[in-house]
């Protein structure tokens, strides 16, 4: 190709020979690529071409490149000054030019080191051009950029240039273009720190590092991610952070980020939450020995002891105190430690549901008749109605046959004759305590209230002197959960359904359904006895004190079970949780109105 014209046209021919960026996108052929591991300290901000078209990118990699197209080998902007660094291969390998476009100005670099500036030669290899200061580098001959951080090395052997660098002396924008990509220092010197840990699979890595950030290197959390995945892995407590510029996550108030911490913290609510090795994360902690306190705003660490408790929505200072009917409550360490109940046990009887003198609590199996409870001169018995799951009559029986008492629906009879506001005599007195409610208080201090509307229901309070006398489905009241179930011949069974078949009068088939087998009822129950549960809902302030799994329960299965009138089933099981919080001295609000319940 040295044959045409003189040299002097050759190198005007060169000269003017403008590569076209629609040339640059030829296909490339022969293109192999293959990835180099450097060590972080070979690691330079440096590109590099050499031979006939080895390109050593910034990143390291290395591939190959055969065509004798211009090509971009790099360009950017760095602080509002473009760059723009082509070259062409001539027939021989070697490259024909190199042409730097800094800010537009240009500078040629010919096959045989001849320099030109804006198509003017340059007076010798030792000058001051435009945009470059021009000094020789060993052999070499290196143009320094006056504006830029970047250098550009070569050297040639008079037929071409067979050796390129680009080098950039700090971390460029991002946003590089060319053959050289862009220098991807992170990858590559976060990896070099985990080679230990990764072993064989850290090229992998790198791989996948760079893949990850290519098109969002200005998607901070992108990048950070990955490197957090990696890091916490690897478990070394090398400062990645601090190579990254990836953040600690900030933690409000006073907690503190930990890399790696339980995943639950410790809260003045629970101060011991439930962990296993699975729930390790990024995390943000109290100092040690110290708990969130969750019931204040904002989120302060205090020791245990400091601790506020809640009740009703209320906080209470340590050591304060929280009197109710029945006991007294001290706050310590966040919790409630309570006296002895004062209250009266009595024993509950609430359609199929029961709630033994002791506490223990159970549905019934079947619609029958049963003894409900009976001591030495006593007996209570209830029969069910066919239909519903509901006690349709009460049978009270004092010294044998002197006093006998017959509760049904909204009427009570002595002996046969209707009682409409008071009977009293030796044994008992009989009184309507209100339109629902109906008490019974006899010579030896037993109390009994029947609920006679909506539905029958059955409380019974016996005196100290009874203790441990009664039998029945109420249990012995000698405050031993353990053994009431004690069947009618004497036995302690586990189960409820034999117990309280060995106290049925006559013949009990088992028919009171254990689930739901109506599917409207069911999701009209599941949605209606939810303020059962619901933590912030009108019963929630008794929450401590009157367990309500049994009274969801309770309330889901009598509303299941519900024949018509679903609201009045449920506002039945509603109001029985509400009793029982009465019992125990909590009023809840007007949860009646809440849930749509009449009186
Ligand atoms: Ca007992």
């Not at 220098?183 to 072993?199: A, G």
């Not at 105190?321 to 509950?348: F, M």
């Not at 029958?456 to 100290?464: A, F, G, M, N």
Request: proline letters at 4%; a negative charge; glycine letters at 6%.
């Amino acid at each position: 190709m040295y044959t045409h014209g003189t040299k002097q046209d050759e190198d005007k021919r060169r000269l003017t020979a403008m590569p076209s960026w629609r040339e640059n996108l030829k296909i490339l052929s022969n293109v192999y690529i293959t990835l180099t591991l450097l060590n972080s300290t070979q690691l330079k901000y440096v590109c590099k071409t050499f031979g006939s078209g080895v390109v050593q990118m910034f990143n390291g990699t290395v591939f190959y490149v055969r065509s004798t197209c211009p090509f971009t080998l790099t360009r950017f902007t760095h602080n509002r000054v473009d760059c723009d660094i082509t070259m062409r291969r001539g027939e021989n390998g070697l490259l024909e030019y190199i042409e730097i476009n800094v800010n537009k100005i240009q500078t040629r670099i010919l096959y045989n080191g001849t320099i030109f500036v804006e198509q003017r030669i340059g007076n010798n290899e030792w000058m001051n051009l435009v945009t470059f200061k021009c000094t020789k580098y060993g052999i070499n001959t290196k143009l320094r950029s006056t504006v830029l951080p970047l250098s550009v090395i070569w050297s040639s052997v008079g037929v071409g240039i067979d050796s390129l660098w680009v080098k950039l002396e700090q971390e460029l924008v991002l946003g590089m273009t060319g053959l050289c990509g862009r220098p991807d220092i992170v990858c590559q010197k976060f990896f070099s720190n985990y080679i230990e840990c990764l072993q064989a699979n850290t090229s992998k890595y790198i791989t996948l590092c760079k893949e990850n950030i290519y098109g969002y290197e200005k998607e901070h959390y992108v990048g950070c991610a990955f490197y957090k995945e990696i890091a916490h892995r690897c478990q070394t407590s090398y400062a990645w952070r601090t190579l990254t510029h990836c953040p600690e996550f900030s933690c409000p108030g006073e907690l503190h980020f930990e890399e790696q911490g339980d995943a639950f913290v410790p809260t003045c609510s629970n101060p011991a939450p439930r962990t296993n090795d699975q729930d390790i994360t990024s995390t943000c902690v109290c100092p040690q020995g110290e708990v969130l306190n969750d019931r204040a705003e904002g989120h302060d660490c205090v020791s245990v002891s400091a601790c506020p408790c809640v009740y009703a929505g209320r906080n209470y200072a340590p050591r304060e105190e929280r009197r109710t009917k029945c006991q007294i409550c001290v706050c310590n360490n966040g919790k409630w430690i309570c006296s002895q109940n004062s209250c009266p046990s009595r024993c509950v009887i609430e359609g199929q549901f029961v709630t033994t003198f002791d506490g223990k609590q159970y549905a019934l199996p079947g619609k029958c008749t049963y003894m409900a409870s009976k001591g030495f001169n006593w007996t209570i018995s209830i029969n069910f109605s066919e239909t519903t799951s509901s006690i349709q009559n009460v049978f009270l029986q004092i010294y044998q046959v002197l006093f006998v008492c017959l509760f049904s629906h909204n009427s009570v009879q002595f002996e046969k004759e209707e009682i409409r506001e008071l009977h009293q005599s030796d044994n008992a007195m009989v009184f309507w305590q209100s339109s629902m409610y109906v008490q019974v208080l006899t010579s030896f201090g037993m109390k009994i209230q029947v609920q006679m509307s909506p539905d029958l229901q059955l409380y019974i309070t016996l005196p100290q002197s009874e203790v441990g006398m009664p039998e029945g489905l109420c249990g012995n009241y000698n405050t031993d959960t353990t053994d009431d179930f004690t069947t009618s011949s004497g036995i302690v069974e586990n189960a409820a359904e034999p117990f309280a078949l060995s106290w049925s009068v006559g013949d009990c088939p088992v028919n009171i359904p254990k689930v739901c087998i109506n599917t409207d009822n069911e999701i009209f129950a599941d949605e209606k006895c939810h303020p059962l549960r619901d933590p912030s809902g009108i019963f929630a302030k008794c929450y401590d004190h009157v367990p309500t799994d049994n009274y969801h329960k309770a309330c889901i299965q009598r509303t299941c079970t519900c024949g018509t009138g679903l609201q009045q089933c449920l506002c039945v099981a509603l109001a029985n949780y509400a009793k029982a919080c009465a019992n125990q001295g909590i009023t809840v609000g007007d949860w009646r109105r809440a849930n749509n319940c009449s009186e």
